[in-house]
């Protein structure tokens, strides 16, 4: 992908394995999303990666009306997801009505292509909740 | 830093609306030129000139460029670009270069023509592009999907409803009415608001703000040289900034912004208090910016931004009258500049030029801009000299 370095290339190389890698850093132990070369919390160069359980709560949603290009087809659920270790990222929520979903809905990653192109994590309805 | 030696003294907006006999360039020469006129000033007086660049043209050298063509030769240009902030950043980087007589006198000048000069195509990939390319793009927001996800969480926690965030745009057309200029004019009502075609849930069409053409320059310089202009001067009582994240998915509080932070530095600077606002020019992008701003700044407790709004407080007659030209939602919204026209309308107001909408007392002034999805914040109190 245009534009990635190698450190996101290790985040990518993880969605491609089935894998939500995040950081944790090697001192103070804090994670952290997106990829940063520094702890966000701390300034450690000492991060290492992770597998996130892939578990979360939607935080907030939209149901996009309008897509923004012809390659995504509306509607869609942009969603921002508080995976279970705390860090937030943004994503989509698929496998649901528009109008069943809700904050705080319990939510499992699954790897999914996105507007027509790669292959990204999204979130579906967790099992508990189905 | 103190900017009490800082006096605004000419202000000036083009044509608004659908400008399309001519582009965004043309547009900010002739907001600059026109603010020049109006402060009394020959254009051989101007040393600074501070711009923004244009979204639907962007160039390397803007304010290099805007001068070149407007037969300016300052001894200081600047382009700067912190999206919807643009404006009062750079007014205080003005303000600040004549306080510390770095320059004299300063034109800060914007235009843009997203109305006429862009593709659709080109304006949902300029407004993709704020997202994070890697994090966020791959996903399609669009930018109502980001203020819509505020806008959810902001009913989520505090119980506001979609007919309060209605609200902002009832109040902005009720304003708009009294302005000639603005581009859109007709009242409307909550339920007309609520009807209006979905375009992010919980946001509306009419919980967004238009797509115009158009510029608007203003002219500051010392006070000691304002003293010999044609109008009474407008001060800057004080200004704050505040930023605490760029990509909406690295907020830690969607319904709390760094506004907090950027109000309470401007009005200790101003010694004054939310109560003192007579008129608050504040950034209406989208409906839930406008109500989270309102409780931000001071004017009303967190989470009672819906019930402020709805108790009519924002519109005529009310207790803080809010962007009395009609705001981004009805009046203009060319992109960046956006925040320009709370500007001139305040300098209008303070002058006593503004028609039907004229406050018939007015002290201070706030003045409010953000850029990105309510990340980078900009305050300025205004005040009269005395």
Known sequence: MAGVDQLNQVYFDGVAEGQLRIQQCGDCGAQQFYPRVVCKHCGSEHSQWIVASGQGKVSSYSVVRRGVSADFSAPYIVALITLEEGVTMMSHVVDVEPDQVASGMAVTVAFRPVGGADIRPVFTPALASR | ?386
């Open chain 2, 1 to 386: 830093m103190d900017l009490s030696n800082v006096a605004i003294v000419g202000s000036f907006e083009t044509d608004l609306g659908i400008v399309a006999d001519r582009g965004p360039m043309a547009l900010g020469v002739q907001a600059a030129l026109g603010a020049i006129a109006d402060a009394g000033l020959d254009a051989s007086a101007i040393d600074g000139l501070i711009t923004c660049n244009s979204l639907v043209t962007p160039v390397m050298y803007h304010a290099e460029a805007t001068a070149e063509y407007a037969g300016l030769t300052p001894s200081h240009c600047l382009s700067v670009g912190t999206g919807g902030g643009t404006t009062y950043t750079a007014l205080r980087y003005a303000a600040a270069a004549i306080q510390t007589g770095l320059a004299t006198t300063v034109v800060v000048s914007m235009a843009d023509s997203m109305r006429s000069f862009m593709t659709r195509d080109r304006a949902m990939a300029v407004q993709s592009s704020s997202g994070h390319p890697h994090f966020e793009q791959p996903y399609g927001p669009t930018v109502p999907a980001y203020y819509a996800l505020i806008a959810r969480a902001h009913m989520d926690t505090f119980g506001t409803t979609e007919a309060q965030f209605a609200e902002a745009m009832v109040s902005s057309r009720t304003w708009a009415h009294e302005n000639p200029t603005a581009q859109y004019r007709e009242r409307v009502t909550v339920d007309e608001v609520l009807a209006s075609k979905p375009i992010a849930d919980p946001l509306k069409l009419l919980d967004c703000s238009i797509v115009s053409d158009g510029g608007a320059a203003v002219v500051l310089t010392t006070r000691e040289r304002a003293r010999d202009l044609p109008h009474t001067p407008v001060l800057l009582k004080g200004y704050g900034e505040g930023h605490h994240y760029e990509h909406i998915s690295q907020a830690t509080d969607l319904t709390r912004s760094a506004a907090v932070d950027s109000g309470k530095a401007a009005f200790e600077q101003a010694g004054i208090e939310p109560s003192d606002i007579e008129l608050a020019q504040l950034y209406d992008c989208f409906s839930p910016a406008l109500l989270i701003q309102l409780e931000d700044l001071g004017f009303c407790d967190k989470g009672a931004g819906g019930d402020f709004l709805a108790s009519g407080a924002t519109r005529p007659g009310g207790a803080l009258p809010v962007n009395t030209h009609g705001g981004m939602l009805s009046h203009c919204h060319p992109g960046n500049p956006g925040a320009m026209f709370g500007l001139t309308e305040a300098v209008r107001q303070y002058r006593g030029a503004a028609g039907t909408r004229q406050l018939a007392h007015l002290e201070h002034t706030l003045l409010h801009a953000q850029g990105g999805i309510m990340s980078s914040h900009a305050t300025v109190v205004l005040g009269r000299a005395n």
